[in-house]
């Protein structure tokens, strides 16, 4: 296997969030496939390259997954250097797994370039520790959202004591909300909800579950965003603002 793509994940938004790893992946690159999280900043590691942008939404109207892969596999079988560039980790929500797959099926080799989840940037940046000693004993990233309609084991997720990060939630605030509730997790749970995690126009908005619709709705949130909800959403951890102060 000679030809090669690599999977890089341009982390959150904000350009400095990028890893060694993915400004030397740019810096070489000759093809770059960019998704529509992706901050269009980060392009300027690129010296070379021809960018595409194949994102769901943004230009690009829905570029169905197949041609994505086909695209790929052209360039690489070219022999180009192509970078497929993913916001966020490319295995977080990403479908990177499924495209490694598909590459390594038609011979191509993979290399994965970690980013920075959106869930863990949001969080860390409005000073909430997803795990925190004796409240918070591990975190649990889920979507709400499914092509298959299956349900998550809400009751589980409720009971589990750990932190919950839910990615592509805005749009199932009520549906979360009621689910949580049933299952057994307190009305005053906090929850705080982040929009544009890392970019300067990042937004936060702080509830409970009961309230967290009603709230979203004043605070008129806007994807992209994640929801923190748990114990540790209730933190304005003042350590680390006396420690900056
Ligand atoms: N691979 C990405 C996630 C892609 S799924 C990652 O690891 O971050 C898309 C979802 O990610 C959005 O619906 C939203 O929930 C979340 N997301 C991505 N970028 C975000 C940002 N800057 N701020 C808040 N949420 C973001």
Request: proline fraction near 4%; charged fraction near 20%; glycine fraction near 10%.
């Amino acid at each position: 296997m000679s030809a090669k793509v690599w999977l890089v994940g341009a982390g959150p938004g904000d350009p400095e969030l990028l890893t060694l790893k993915a400004v030397k992946a740019l810096n070489q690159a000759e093809i770059v496939m960019i998704d529509d999280l992706v901050n269009p900043a980060v392009l300027e590691h690129c010296r070379n390259a021809r960018i595409m942008s194949v994102g769901k939404r943004g230009g690009c109207r829905s570029t169905p997954q197949a041609f994505i892969h086909r695209l790929m596999l052209r360039y690489a079988r070219q022999g180009k250097c192509v970078v497929r560039l993913k916001g966020g980790d490319p295995c977080i929500f990403g479908r990177g797994s499924e495209e490694a797959d598909w590459l390594n099926e038609h011979g191509i080799e993979v290399e994965m370039v970690n980013g920075i989840t959106a869930g863990l940037a949001g969080a860390t940046n409005c000073g909430i520790p997803l795990t925190l000693r004796g409240v918070a004993r591990g975190v649990t990233l889920v979507t709400a959202h499914t092509q298959d309609d299956s349900s998550l084991n809400w009751p589980a997720l409720a009971q589990s004591g750990t932190t919950l990060v839910v990615y592509m939630g805005v749009a199932k605030l009520s549906e979360i909300r009621e689910s949580l509730l049933a299952g057994g997790m307190r009305a005053d749970m906090p929850v705080a909800m982040i929009e544009n995690a890392s970019l300067p126009q990042q937004r936060e908005c702080r509830s409970s579950l009961a309230a967290m619709q009603q709230a979203a709705h004043d605070f008129q949130l806007k994807s992209p965003a994640i929801l923190v909800i748990g114990e540790v959403a209730a933190q304005p951890n003042m350590q680390l603002a006396a420690i900056s102060a």
